[in-house]
């Protein structure tokens, strides 16, 4: 481990040296993928190696959407979590008082939500210190992050958490670059752009790609990259969402909070006191992009106590047929839909009809 360790601080430190403009921005990109590399080499253990995944960290997963409470030890996650879900994850006045992950469920809007209570972070998880490299390869499986934060250092704690996350390869609150890539058998690299690119050129491109020993591929840039977004796709890296929990607003003035609330994806609460959770709630809502569907059998009214909780990017009825089992589409014959997806009430529609939240869907079998 120490090695790569090593290896990590040398490229980082002739990063720093290089000056950056046009002649070396094609020897930063090498740096950048190698480093890349190193980075991910550090979090997948190598098979043969000892101690196993760590006690405690592999959670099976539950309900429509997970939730991973990431921050510093003492920042109040247990509480909050302990508040939230009615579960208990040890919690006292000293750093690192919980160990392993703890999970909970939460029942909000109809939905079920599995929400973890990982251990606090180091500064240098990512370098492999402390149970940094588990916790953050339990936040890599997570819908949503939320960052508990206590409020009276915000910012120092923001910075360092983003920073192991973005080592890590979780990128937060941003969209996926959108290049096309895909490795193929021979002929080369077939680079094509669809708007200038001002960052990269063929020649970098090649160089990124040849670190990662692919030498034949097809890539299309549909907006401006970087080389950092270029391998972000090489690597698949993964975009989550976070909401920034800034903990503990009961200790600070309504100056100060009025400040805090200037913060984006921020939402002030203080657990212990259990303010603000009503915002947390709903943002969290809005952040997860689910609607409910209510099912209506024939004859009868909706059933609005428990409706079928889809995601906003798969909900169409083929999506709300396998969400309920997976044998009702191949019954299927139509489905009568109230709501604003239908242009008329109901509406007669089959399975590749997009549905929206607060939908009342009548399933209809052969």
């Known amino acids: 481990m120490a090695s790569i360790v090593d290896k990590i601080k040398e490229i980082e430190a002739e990063m720093a040296r290089t000056q950056k403009n046009k002649a070396t921005s094609y020897h930063l990109g090498t740096l950048k993928a190698k480093l890349a590399k190193l980075r991910k080499e550090l979090i997948t253990p190598t098979s043969g190696s000892s101690g196993g995944g760590g006690v405690g960290f592999d959670v099976a997963k539950t309900g429509v959407a997970r939730i991973g409470f ?22 006292a006045a000293y ?3 919980t160990l392993t992950t703890v999970p909970g469920v939460l029942q909000y809007k109809g939905a079920k939500i ?9 500064e240098g998880a ?17 819908s ?30 941003k969209k996926p670059p959108n290049i096309y890539f ?16 001002t960052y990269l050129d063929l020649d970098q491109v090649k160089a990124v790609l040849s670190e990662y020993k692919i030498h034949n591929a097809d890539i299309n840039f549909k907006c401006d990259a970087t080389v950092d977004d270029l391998i972000d796709v090489i690597e698949g890296r993964i975009y989550i969402p976070a909401i920034y929990v800034l903990n503990k607003i009961d200790q600070i003035s309504i100056e100060e909070l009025d400040l805090v609330y200037k913060i984006p994806h921020a939402v002030p609460i203080s657990a212990h006191h259990e303010w603000n959770f009503d915002e947390l709630l709903e943002k969290m809502w809005e952040y997860l992009n689910l609607i409910r569907i209510y099912t209506k ?70």
């Open 70 to 91: 990431v921050g510093f030890p003492s920042v109040g996650k247990s509480t909050l979590m302990s508040k939230l879900t009615g579960t208990f994850s040890a919690v």
């Open 95 to 97: 750093e690192f008082t």
């Open 114 to 122: 599995q929400i973890l209570d990982l251990p606090g972070i180091v």
């Open 126 to 142: 990512k370098d492999g210190r402390g149970r940094g490299r588990q916790v953050i390869a339990v936040a890599r499986t997570c």
């Open 144 to 173: 949503l992050i939320y960052l508990v934060l206590d409020v009276l250092k915000p910012l120092t704690h923001k910075k360092i958490i983003e920073t192991e996350l973005e080592g890590f390869g979780i990128r937060l609150n």
């Open 182 to 197: 895909k490795k193929k058998e021979k002929g080369g690299i077939n680079m094509t752009n669809t708007v200038p690119l």
């Open 297 to 366: 059998p024939k004859g009868q009214l909706p059933d609005y106590s428990a409706p079928v909780v889809l995601r906003s990017s798969l909900c169409t009825v083929e999506d709300f047929c396998n969400s309920i089992h997976r044998g009702i589409v191949k019954q299927f014959k139509y489905a009568l839909v109230w709501g604003s997806s239908a242009k008329h009430q109901p509406q007669k529609v089959g399975l590749s009809h997009v549905l929206a939240d607060e939908d009342v869907v009548q399933l209809v079998k052969q």
